[in-house]
């Protein structure tokens, strides 16, 4: 028997099972041999008058912008294929980003109290070699998602929503006036909410292997001694198993949570999660100081992320639309859907809104709901830079010394810099500053990146910089224009906000530290 084993058969539910039935799906993914569902068809016939203004598949990220549209005045139903409730285990999330709850209404400074399950300072960032970072306010606050979830479910409710539970999408037909979902409900609009495994997403992507994948493995355990700090980014090996391990910790509700992170391509001979538990379990002792036998295990966490480098996701439909981890918004850095949800939640709402009352609902429109962002795609090549293919040769430090190097730098140049980088926002100022330090301090190391990254890589993220510093510009230029602009016609307007957005987001320009 593993170690991995003895302890996940000590956890209430069947985690081996769940453990093993997640480990099957990334050997298949990793296989390309995943079948390719037809979910959605289209049909040139006209459907009538819908039921519905929007009907989310998917509740768990849906069922807050199904509140915060349903708050607006708009019908909506969530289709959701079990019972929709949150998971025990905390969402980490910085305090800013929480205010969109209370500008949309969705919670009460009281309700947002409660859905605050802990919080602590500070967090630090380290690799192997290199100097400790410790920064204050990221990430360090964990929201119980069993009370979030059931506050705006009521919520929902409450402002006329509709929730049909245990209904698993199966299918819809796309019409030219609306969408019919399992022969039975119609809508305006469909949004996906299905998460990364979503038919609607699969379809899309055509069977597409993903480009990169991160692989995170963890337990929530009680038994570690009093320690309110917490780690955001950590690493104290060098490269084993073709792979850089990237720890997190931090103090929850039920204990201390600590996960095994690492990034890879989808090379089916790249770790699986049991594999990475027997890892984790290994390294736990040395790196939280402390006895496996002296830890109660509250809880196993586990999963793996397929990233596309076509993200976020825009679908080939008309009325169709992807939100949360189905439509691959977050940074490939990162499994913060939650936190990617809340960043894009308000562009979202009014976005939507916008849509349906001026039935922009052509694939055009709505893609731009979901529209290209620089500073996401930026983002690649550092994950790149953090993981090693399965047959590439690099000295086992070299990912340790990189870090080290970057994370100094940004340091020097202080919070502005650091702090939104570290919540998975990327700004060209910052970004400019930072590679020019690095570049300038440790040549050696920058030159060695190359032949690792790839020249491909390489010259397709200096497209993609060179337009994060374009919508940083054409960001600050509207501001100029804004005045002239608004007085467009209704449809045209729906085009220049989508592109204001679109800069603002892609620019990172959204970020504010107050
Ligand atoms: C170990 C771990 C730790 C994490 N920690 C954090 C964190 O600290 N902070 C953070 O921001 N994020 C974190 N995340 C990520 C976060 O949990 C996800 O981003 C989030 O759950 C995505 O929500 P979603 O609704 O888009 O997709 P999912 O969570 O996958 O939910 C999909 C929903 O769709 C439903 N569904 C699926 N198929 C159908 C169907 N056919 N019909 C109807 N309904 C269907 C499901 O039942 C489910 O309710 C973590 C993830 C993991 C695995």
Not at 152 to 165: D, H, P, R, S, T
Not at 181 to 192: A, G, P, V
């Amino acid at each position: 028997m593993t170690i991995t084993t003895e302890i996940l058969s000590q956890i209430p539910g069947d985690v081996l099972s769940g453990l093993e039935g997640a480990d099957r799906s990334l050997a298949s993914l990793r296989a390309g041999n995943t079948t390719i569902p037809t979910v959605i068809k289209s049909d040139s016939q006209p459907l009538g008058t819908p039921e519905w203004d929007v009907i989310i598949c998917g509740g768990t990220l849906g069922i807050l912008i199904a509140c915060a549209l349903a708050l607006r005045g708009i019908k909506v139903a969530v289709m959701e294929r079990g019972v929709l409730k949150g998971r025990k285990q905390e969402w980490n999330i910085s305090r800013k980003e929480l205010d969109v709850l209370l500008e949309l209404n969705l919670l009460t400074p009281e309700e947002l109290d409660l859905a605050i399950a802990t919080e602590y300072n500070p967090a630090r960032v380290g690799f192997a070699g290199g100097t400790d970072v410790w920064v204050q306010d990221i990430l360090n606050i964990g929201i119980y998602p069993v009370y979030l979830l059931e506050t705006i479910k009521q919520k929902f409710l409450a402002a006329g929503g509709k929730l049909l539970e245990n209904t698993p999408f199966t299918g819809a037909m796309v019409h030219p006036d609306g969408v019919m979902l399992n022969q039975e409900f119609s809508t305006r609009l469909l949004i996906d909410a299905m998460g990364h495994f979503s038919p609607i997403a699969k379809q899309a992507r055509q069977g597409k292997k993903p480009d990169a994948l991160c692989l995170v493995v963890g337990t929530c355990a009680q038994g570690f001694p009093e320690n309110t700090t917490g780690d955001l980014l950590l690493s104290f090996t060098a490269l084993e198993n073709q792979c850089q391990y990237f720890w997190e910790a931090f103090p929850a509700k039920d204990g201390r949570t600590t996960y095994l992170f690492t990034y890879m391509n989808a090379n089916p001979k790249h770790i699986g999660l049991t594999a990475l538990f027997d890892e984790y379990f290994r390294l736990l002792p040395e790196y939280q100081g402390i006895e496996l036998a002296q830890l109660s295990f509250q809880r196993a966490l586990f999963g793996f992320f397929p990233t596309y480098r076509q993200s976020p996701l825009q679908t080939p439909w008309q009325r169709v639309l992807t939100v949360g981890d189905s439509s691959g918004s977050q940074s490939p850095l990162s499994f913060g859907g939650f936190g990617a949800m809340l960043r894009h939640l308000k562009r979202l709402t009014l976005g939507i809104e916008a849509a349906l009352e001026t039935e922009q609902l052509s694939i055009k429109a709505l893609n731009l709901l979901q529209p290209y962002q620089p500073s996401l795609s930026v983002t690649w090549l550092f994950q790149k830079a953090m993981s090693v293919g399965i047959e590439q040769k690099i000295p086992s430090v070299r990912i340790n010394n990189l870090l080290s190097a970057v994370f100094a730098e940004m340091q020097n140049l202080g919070e502005p810099v650091l702090k939104p980088f570290l919540q998975d926002v990327v700004q060209f100022p910052g970004l400019t500053k930072t590679l020019l330090k690095t570049n300038f301090s440790h040549p050696i190391l920058v030159i060695q990146l190359i032949p690792q990254l790839g020249l491909f890589s390489l010259l397709d993220w200096v497209v993609h910089y060179l337009n994060l510093g374009l919508y940083s510009v054409l960001f600050s230029l509207n501001r100029n224009l804004e005045p002239t602009l608004k007085q467009l016609p209704n449809n045209y307007l729906y085009y220049y906000h989508r592109w204001v957005d679109a800069w603002k987001y892609g620019s990172g320009s959204d970020y504010s530290e107050h």
